[in-house]
């Protein structure tokens, strides 16, 4: 995942100025049901830090679906394993193929279920033996 050379740097905008749970009632105002992640990607590499660390919380702590694009927020893709505080999805809809860190069976109470979706890459850039993961059955 980080062999793409992603590179993640500060968000723009202003920082928040209200408590992330007051922002997050404002937000979804009781009419939503749920969330979706697509706060940060396969170029982390570090725990989340505030705000973010603090809205991650907050979305764990509300008890509604999520669903997470790509990875959820704050996961290892090469791993699977958590860098800090992460997003609890309850689907993931990820691009192309499964990551590699999604082959950790640890991986399943971060990602909830996970649904490849076809983006129209082509097929010969997800052979398995592109891959330096060997799966069993």
Same mark, same amino acid.
Request: glycine share 12%; with cysteine.
């Given at each position: =995942?980080?062999?793409?050379?992603?590179?993640?740097?500060?968000?723009?905008?202003?920082?928040?100025?209200?408590?992330?749970?007051?922002?997050? !009632?404002?937000?979804?105002?009781?009419?939503?049901?749920?969330? *979706?992640? %697509?706060?940060?990607?396969?170029? /982390?590499? &570090?725990?989340?830090?505030?705000?973010? %660390?603090?809205? *991650?919380?907050?979305?764990?702590?509300?008890?509604?679906?999520?669903? !997470?694009?790509?990875?959820?927020?704050?996961?290892? =893709?090469?791993?699977?394993?958590?860098?800090?505080?992460?997003? &609890?999805?309850?689907?993931?809809?990820?691009? *192309?193929?499964?990551?590699?860190?999604? /082959?950790?069976?640890?991986?399943? !109470?971060?990602?909830?279920?996970?649904?490849?979706?076809?983006?129209? !890459?082509?097929?010969? %850039?997800?052979?398995?033996?592109?891959?330096? *993961?060997?799966?069993?059955?």
């Amino acid at each position: =995942c980080r062999q793409a050379l992603i590179q993640v740097g500060p968000a723009q905008g202003p920082e928040p100025t209200l408590g992330m749970e007051k922002r997050l !009632a404002e937000i979804h105002g009781g009419r939503g049901t749920g969330f *979706v992640d %697509a706060l940060f990607g396969t170029g /982390l590499t &570090r725990g989340l830090l505030s705000p973010y %660390a603090e809205l *991650v919380d907050v979305m764990n702590a509300a008890g509604n679906p999520v669903l !997470a694009v790509d990875l959820p927020s704050g996961l290892d =893709c090469d791993t699977g394993e958590p860098l800090g505080p992460t997003v &609890r999805a309850t689907h993931t809809a990820t691009f *192309v193929a499964h990551k590699k860190g999604f /082959l950790n069976p640890n991986s399943r !109470a971060w990602t909830g279920d996970v649904h490849v979706v076809d983006i129209g !890459a082509a097929r010969l %850039a997800t052979r398995p033996q592109d891959f330096d *993961v060997i799966v069993t059955t």
